[in-house]
């Protein structure tokens, strides 16, 4: 059993391993926090490269950053989708190979179209299969649509309640200002302060008012 000592060291040593610092070191392991299904050693076959596999599954993750199982699923269903996509155009074309090779009788110009007559009944299975991943990757890719349109998004506005105290009052305009018969309004400034007018001016200190 582990004393209070050995604990508090562990985790020490624990808040100071970060993981690499340098770009090599972050490189090489990029692909190590991938939580999928997919496992390049099961999925490749010879001649298909895994490191390609595993940079396509890194892309997916990056792109929909899975955070639940069901998420999880359908973005390895993308992943395989296109990675059987590209090994059935690779084998589209080793197979007109394939059929080149076994001609007995070869035309001139015409060598493709011999292949693909001699293997017509291998072409239309594969087109089978290529319709069908197409299907899947279709379906797996607009359940992800909705799931994401579900998804609430950081730039919504949040909903404030509306604030209980009054509007501060603003300067008071001409309008509202009482005045007396045959009293012109004074000005406002940009201060909102009563400019003195020329008649106001003329009429001195002494002057008379009129009250209303």
Same mark, same amino acid.
């Given at each position: ?37 997919? &496992? ?5 076959? *010879? ?7 595993? !940079?396509? @599954? %890194? /892309?997916?993750? &990056? ?5 639940? *199982? ?7 269903? !993308?992943? @395989? %989708? /296109? ?16 059929g080149i090779h076994g001609l007995a009788r070869e035309v001139k110009g015409l060598q493709v179209v011999q292949a693909y007559d001699r293997e017509c ?92």
């Open positions: 059993m582990s004393t209070p000592q050995q604990i508090e060291a562990n985790r020490l040593n624990a808040q100071r391993s970060t993981g690499p610092r340098s770009a090599e070191g972050k490189a090489a392991v990029r692909f190590n926090a991938l939580k999928s299904g997919i &496992d390049a050693q099961s999925q490749v076959i *010879p001649g298909e490269d895994p490191a390609a596999l595993a !940079l396509l @599954t %890194a /892309e997916y993750h &990056d792109r929909y950053q899975p955070a639940t *199982p069901e998420v999880r699923s359908l973005v390895d269903t !993308l992943v @395989t %989708a /296109e990675w059987l996509q590209r090994r059935f155009r690779t084998l589209e074309a080793q197979l007109f190979k394939f009944a291998n072409f239309d299975r594969l087109q089978r299969r290529i319709n069908a991943v197409e299907r899947t990757f279709h379906r797996a890719f607009v359940a992800l649509q909705k799931i994401e349109s579900r998804a609430p998004q950081p730039d919504d506005p949040i909903d404030q309640a509306p604030d209980p105290r009054p509007p501060a009052p603003g300067p008071a305009s001409e309008a509202s200002i009482p005045l007396a018969s045959g009293v012109r309004p004074p000005r406002l400034n940009r201060l909102g302060l009563a400019e003195l007018t020329e008649q106001s001016q003329s009429r001195g200190p002494g002057a008379a008012r009129h009250v209303p």
